[in-house]
């Protein structure tokens, strides 16, 4: 094995590592779900468009897709597992109306997973094709997926608070960012590379607000309780978020839980 080989294996198991943990961060979510025997106002969205994202990830990572990215299919084949469970929980404590919602998202996130896998690998005879067309697939969905934080970077300006873009989490973007575009330079595959170069700098950004807003945000949380309207003024914030960006405790998921772009 070479010493590139040897670089690229270990950063890509730095990445899994990392992205693992990702992965895993909204268990304690899933378990006071579970003790309270209801999702109440959780949304399903984030735990459906990771799964989506990570079912990809796998397909292009098989040797007859994209040979030699045996890590790439560990850690999102990890995913799809932890998503599933995720989803499962869903659809067992969730009432009739959003149980069939979560069951039709995961139908059709089925159905397109298998309708790739199968004109992939029966219509595109070669790998340097199948590696185009679902790497640009997989491409697509992961900036759609590191973009997702925009919407709490534009509450963290609005508002001067960093409390709902938890610092471990941007830190964890980044490691995980950094982690998988040196992989992709190991040799150069653009399909890794982009998206994860730019969800690089989209964590940097964060980490930057975060350094910026820090102070500010400890004024604002010492001053709520010095006044005691903690409550209230949290809801406010609330209230003038539209439903895209609520960052409360009921959808705060999807900054706690965007696709860690695990490649």
């Not at 185009?132 to 300006?157: D, H, R």
């Not at 610092?167 to 973007?173: D, E, I, K, N, P």
């Not at 005691?228 to 999807?254: C, F, Q, R, W, Y």
């Amino acid at each position: 094995m070479s010493t590139a080989e040897i670089a690229r294996t270990a950063v890509g198991i730095i990445g899994n590592v990392i992205a693992g943990c990702m992965f895993l961060s909204p268990v304690p979510t899933f378990v006071g779900i579970c003790k309270k025997g209801s999702v109440e106002q959780y949304s399903p969205v984030p735990y459906l468009a990771t799964l989506m994202n990570c079912m990809v990830w796998t397909l292009y990572g098989l040797p007859m897709v994209h040979p030699h990215s045996f890590l790439v299919v560990t850690i999102n084949g990890a995913g799809c597992v932890v998503e599933i469970i995720y989803i499962t929980l869903f659809l067992i404590y969730s009432d009739r109306k959003k149980r069939l919602k979560v069951f039709l998202g995961l139908l059709l996130e089925l159905i397109f997973i298998f309708l790739l896998s199968f004109v992939s690998l029966t219509m595109l005879h070669t790998v340097n094709k199948r590696s185009a067309v679902v790497g640009t697939i997989c491409m697509l969905f992961n900036i759609g997926m590191y973009a997702s934080p925009l919407s709490i970077m534009k509450l963290v300006i609005k508002t001067k608070s960093v409390e709902f873009m938890p610092f471990f989490l941007s830190l964890a973007s980044f490691g995980n960012g950094v982690s998988w575009t040196i992989y992709a330079l190991i040799p150069f595959d653009p399909f890794i590379a982009i998206p994860n170069g730019i969800g690089t700098m989209f964590a940097v950004v964060q980490l930057i607000l975060y350094a910026s807003y820090y102070k500010s945000t400890q004024e604002q949380i010492a001053a709520r309780k010095n006044n005691g309207k903690g409550e209230m003024n949290l809801s406010e914030v609330v209230v003038g978020m539209s439903n895209a960006t609520v960052p409360d405790n009921k959808k705060i998921t999807a900054i706690d839980h965007f696709s860690p772009s695990a490649k």
